[in-house]
Antibody, heavy 117, light 107 residues
Framework: QVQLVESGGGVVQPGRSLRLSCAASGFTFSSFGMHWVRQAPGKGLEWVAVIWYDGSNKVYADSVKGRFTISRDNSKNTLYLQMSSLRAEDTAVYFC??????????WGQGTLVTVSS | EIVMTQSPATLSVSPGERAALSCRASQSVSSNLAWYQQKPGQAPRLLIYGASTRATGIPARFSGSGSGTEFTLTINSLQSEDFAVYYCQQYNNWPYTFGQGTKLEIK
């Protein structure tokens, strides 16, 4: 079955960097676009970024543009989110998710990132 | 960016009754709208896509309607497991955007 497992979350100081990973299994990873979506504690969902199936195109939310970079390694079935210049407002659970023609059909369980001094 | 507005913020309904959740887009998103259900501590689950098509394994008591800027998620004969938070999401324009959610609670 489709499985998405995020890792790499933790506590980080403001201004520092962190890289999240998402290991995919149970489907042909290289055939699907992938998203990162986040959810601040007690808040709603916020779309963060998407990458095309082959990595040829990427789109970012304005709130993270220039600070976050989405990437993928199709040989390792892994999605990444490199986060830099982190701010307190980036504190959230980060979900990786699979794209099917725009909607998100499968989600990981998420990894918590806490930005705090 | 397209703003998605859900109403009401909280909806109290008794088990066995029907719930209607609303989602409005600030500009047309055609039928490129999805609904998700999220329970505490869990990832969201896709319910509806294309405004009205149920995702795989979703019970028939869930239905979606609408196009353009006005959408509705209807849940008939509410079951205990249906009480959760529901989000709409447009995927017609970048950046994709979610509504703020409607919490469906037991009356």
């Amino acid at each position: 079955q489709v499985q998405l497992v995020e890792s790499g979350g933790g506590v980080v100081q403001p201004g520092r960097s962190l890289r999240l990973s998402c290991a995919a299994s149970g489907f042909t990873f290289s055939s699907f676009g992938m998203h990162w979506v986040r959810q601040a504690p007690g808040k709603g969902l916020e779309w963060v970024a998407v990458i095309w199936y082959d990595g040829s195109n990427k789109v970012y939310a304005d709130s993270v543009k220039g600070r976050f970079t989405i990437s993928r390694d199709n040989s390792k079935n892994t999605l990444y989110l490199q986060m830099s210049s982190l701010r307190a407002e980036d504190t959230a659970v980060y979900f990786c998710a699979r794209d099917i023609s725009g909607m998100i059909d499968c989600w990981g369980q998420g990894t918590l990132v806490t930005v705090s001094s | 960016e397209i703003v998605m507005t859900q109403s009401p913020a909280t909806l109290s309904v008794s088990p066995g009754e029907r719930a209607a959740l609303s989602c409005r887009a600030s500009q047309s998103v055609s039928s490129n709208l999805a609904w998700y259900q999220q329970k505490p501590g869990q990832a969201p689950r896709l319910l509806i896509y294309g405004a009205s098509t149920r995702a795989t394994g979703i019970p028939a008591r869930f239905s979606g309607s609408g196009s353009g800027t006005e959408f509705t998620l209807t849940i008939n004969s509410l079951q205990s497991e249906d009480f959760a938070v529901y989000y709409c999401q447009q995927y017609n324009n970048w950046p994709y955007t979610f509504g703020q959610g409607t919490k469906l609670e037991i009356k």
